[in-house]
């Protein structure tokens, strides 16, 4: 069994190749060529904890994931990232464990991917301009995934903390071929936008139904429990709404609060983005739509991203053994 780190993961697995990965997933999750996926979790007296799991038919052979991330969003002032956790890859065939790995890369990545993802399918083909809202690791992951799928022009990036924004303004500008530009003025920001990106921890709402503007496309990936909030109701029924999962949406994410409030009722939901990327439902279909692609997780996105770096991992110690 394979023991993979932070370090091991980076290295096996990039935005490009993690966007593909879930975008096969998703259609073999169309095809009937997955199981699950499903999820569980508690509160904790700080936060959270949260399972999920699911597998996949890859090559002939059945993949399993289950992963654990614990989430205590104080826990940055004592200088440990607010979610943790491992990730545990089995063959479904036979049982036996493949792979123990940091939940922490995995997830950041393919939840950028899943975004990025959808902004290829229900963003505007032109769309080169984006605002980030939230400046942490998974801010990062968004602009680098987004900008993978886009040619982005210009980014707004935003933070509660004035000087977090800034600096991650500074450090991205060096890495990406884009300009990026701190702001505390969100309205400006989204309307000069017509892709936005909110990955906070905030448990009201930033996006409002004066937001919205014709063609625009919001990706809404921090609400992954009942207690969090990006969209307001409002907002949500005033969009498209799409979704990664819909029982996971319903239960924790931005739609769960539009239907607790009357403002949507799951029959109001677009599709969820695995029949998008099969053609089952139609994607964009005018320019003047806007877009609200609601995210909570999905273990198919871990299992999919996993076995990128599993296959990695062991081609190269195949190779550093000499085996053929």
């Keep these: 069994m394979l023991v993979l780190d932070e370090q091991d993961i980076r290295a096996a697995l990039d935005e490009r190749d993690c966007i593909a990965a879930v975008e096969r997933a998703l259609a073999a999750h169309e095809r009937g060529e997955t199981c ?43 200088g440990r990232p607010t979610i943790q956790g491992a990730l545990l890859l089995l063959d479904g065939d036979d049982g036996h464990p493949l792979a123990v790995m940091d939940s922490i890369p995995i997830t950041s990545m393919r939840t950028a991917a899943v975004a990025a993802l959808a902004a290829r399918y229900l963003a505007l083909p032109e769309a080169d301009t984006i605002t980030i809202v939230g400046c942490g690791e998974q801010g990062e992951s968004q602009l680098r995934a987004m900008a993978t799928i886009r040619d982005l022009r210009r980014a707004f990036v935003l933070d509660r903390d004035v000087a977090k924004a800034a600096a991650f303004a500074e450090r991205l500008s060096k890495a990406l071929p884009l300009a990026i530009e701190p702001t505390t003025d969100l309205s400006a920001a989204v309307r000069a936008s017509e892709i936005c990106v909110t990955c906070t921890t905030s448990q009201s709402p930033i ?67 695995s029949a998008i990327v099969s053609g089952r439902v139609p994607a964009r279909t005018t320019a003047d739509q806007t877009i609200i692609f609601d995210s909570t997780g999905s273990a198919l996105q871990d299992v999919a991203a996993a076995l990128v770096v599993y296959e990695h991992a062991t081609a190269s110690d195949r190779l550093q053994r000499g085996l053929r």
């Design 36 to 78: 699950g996926p499903v999820a569980t979790g508690f509160p904790l007296p700080g936060g959270s904890v949260h399972a999920k799991a699911a597998g996949i038919r890859h090559y002939g052979r059945t993949f399993v994931v289950v992963k654990a991330n614990v989430n205590l969003p104080d826990n940055p002032r004592h």
């Design 207 to 273: 996006i409002g139904r004066g937001h919205l503007h014709a063609g625009l496309f919001i990706a809404a990936v921090g609400a992954d429990n009942p207690s969090k909030q990006e969209i307001h109701p409002d907002a949500m029924a005033a969009s498209v709404v799409v979704v990664d999962s819909l029982a996971g949406c319903a239960a924790g994410g931005d739609l769960h609060h539009a239907l607790v409030s009357g403002a949507m009722t799951e029959s109001g939901v677009h599709g969820e983005l």
